[in-house]
């Protein structure tokens, strides 16, 4: 009995030490990135740019990620005269894809809702991850593309996971793979951040995303911002699906 509680006592401790290994992490990236004052004040990240399709082929997009007056999620892709969009409003979405021939928005299904919702707050799951229902575990440092990284998972209260893998020097996050635990089958969607910039707003955020698939290959072409601002205004109409477009 006496070895089992030595043993169970240093469970706590390597738990302790990893839950604070984190924490001093995660304040690393806050302060490498703007610092928490700022942070704090972040309620809308606006953003415009392209998706490179191909050689001369750049396809404008724009996103909106917002945590008041409620929490929203807005992306768009125009191509060729017509433009898709993807919305997410508190708990609930809807979609509109012209390129089928469809005129109508269609309402997100749950799960789709569940993926969004980890990459919609602009402030990022990581900054007051324990206020959002969410835990983070530090599992070590890892290589990614050569350099070393710190690497981070965090889960949120339906046991979906966000693996973050930061630069050890900068602490800018360089990749993110999502993991949504679906009834049937997981769902993974990962991102590689790149080309970081000072916004005027006084935060770093990284102006060319790539989705890669699960074997780490280039998943379509990269998203490349041109603008990025914070706290903008929002045209909340945005986030209201009409029955036809």
């Known amino acids: 009995m006496k070895h089992f509680f030595i043993l169970l006592s240093c469970v706590f401790m390597m738990l302790s030490v990893s839950a604070q290994t984190a924490d001093e992490i995660i304040n690393k990236h806050i302060e490498a990135t703007g610092g928490k004052s700022l942070w704090a004040k972040v309620t809308s990240i606006k953003a415009t740019g392209s998706y490179i399709m191909g050689p001369g082929m750049k396809a404008p997009i724009n996103f909106i990620k917002t945590n008041k007056p409620f929490l929203g999620n807005y992306s768009d892709f125009s191509w060729q005269g017509m433009t898709s969009k993807t919305v997410l409003k ?21 799960d789709r809702i569940r ?14 991850y324990k206020d959002k229902k969410c835990t983070v575990e ?9 350099v070393d990284v710190y690497k981070l998972r965090l889960t949120n209260s339906k046991g ?14 360089l990749k993110t793979e999502e993991k949504v635990r679906l009834a049937e089958k997981e769902e993974t969607n990962i991102t590689v951040y790149s080309d970081f910039r000072k916004t005027s707003y006084g935060i770093y955020y990284p102006y060319t995303m790539q989705s890669l698939d699960d074997q780490g290959n280039e998943s379509g072409g990269p ?3 041109s603008k990025v601002e914070f706290n903008a205004t929002i045209d909340v109409s945005q986030f209201d699906a009409s029955t036809k477009k």
Request: net charge negative; no cysteine; glycine share 10%.
């Open 115 to 128: 993926s969004i919702k980890l990459d919609a707050d602009p402030q990022g799951l990581l900054y007051n």
């Open 223 to 225: 998203i490349e911002l």
């Open 90 to 110: 508190d708990t609930a979405g809807w979609s509109y894809n012209p390129f089928g021939g469809k005129r109508e928005t269609d309402p997100l299904s749950p």
């Open 138 to 146: 530090y599992l070590g440092m890892d290589d990614f593309d050569g």
């Open 160 to 173: 979906d996971m966000v693996y973050y893998y930061m630069d050890a020097s900068s602490n800018f996050i």
